[in-house]
């Protein structure tokens, strides 16, 4: 799965904490917002497409969104939009790592 995402020029950054605690999340994507906005900045939605694009060409994997809830949750729905069903997406705040001021970090991992 690894080489599989560094194929892609991914991050792997092994060990990040995601749903149910420290596991086999990989960081995947950052998604950057402006500082006084929880909207989706139209270049980013270039990087909600690929992950959307990852999971339909791997149906095992799950994506986990780390980071402030409205943040979140405006990836959370523009994944919606792009055809990923709800069960594949966790949202939530999994840890301290990589939060930095106005982004969201996607995680993958597999079910």
Do not use: C
């Not at 939009?81 to 991992?109: C, N, W, Y």
């Amino acid at each position: 799965m690894i080489e599989v995402l560094r194929s892609l020029a991914v991050v792997a950054l092994i060990g990040l904490q995601g749903p149910g605690g420290a596991g086999s999340w990989i960081s995947y994507r950052e998604i950057g917002f402006s500082s006084d906005s929880a909207a989706l900045h139209p270049s980013e939605r270039g990087k909600v497409s690929d992950i959307a694009n990852y999971l339909r060409q791997n149906p095992d994997e799950q994506v986990a969104i780390d980071g402030p809830n409205e943040r979140a949750n405006s990836v959370r729905n523009a994944l919606l939009e792009a055809g990923v069903p709800a069960m594949k997406i966790h949202t939530g705040s999994f840890g301290d790592h990589l939060q930095r001021e106005g982004q969201v970090q996607v995680l993958v991992s597999r079910r």
